[in-house]
């Protein structure tokens, strides 16, 4: 069973950066799709970035695009996000998710993960 952590969240203000990391244990991780998604109370978790197998291909949600890089580290099994120009609609708690790969497909249905970390929260303040 595969494990997911992240880390990396915090409190920013707006324009700031942060990186978030996620590292897996209990398997290698070098055949998974890794992505991130988002959540907000009262809402559903959204698609934010993902990334293929090898880190060949990358996905992002429009909201994130030229301001969030994803990229991944598999002979460390991690995934990191990198967030610039947050706004304050970037808050909420982050999550990865993983699972195996899907030649050239990004799934971005939270449906299409099973296996999630606990989350870490990012918030961006005006």
């Known amino acids: 069973q595969v494990q997911l952590v992240e880390s990396g969240g915090g409190l920013v203000q707006a324009g700031d950066s942060l990186r978030l990391s996620c590292a897996a244990s209990?398997?290698?991780?070098?055949?998974?799709?890794w992505a991130w998604f988002r959540q907000t109370p009262g809402k559903e978790r959204e698609f934010v970035a993902g990334?293929?197998?090898?880190?060949?291909?990358?996905t992002y949600a429009d909201a994130v695009k030229d301001r969030f890089t994803i990229d991944r580290d598999n002979a460390k099994s991690m995934v990191f996000l990198q967030m610039n120009s947050l706004k304050t609609e970037d808050t909420g708690v982050y999550y990865c998710?993983?699972?195996?790969?899907?030649?050239?497909?990004?799934?971005?249905?939270?449906?299409?993960?099973?296996?999630w970390g606990q989350g870490t929260q990012v918030t961006v303040s005006s």
């Open positions: 209990g398997r290698p991780v070098n055949t998974f799709t």
């Open positions: 998710g993983m699972r195996l790969k899907i030649e050239g497909k990004i799934p971005i249905n939270t449906n299409e993960y099973k296996n």
């Open positions: 990334i293929t197998w090898n880190g060949g291909r990358t």
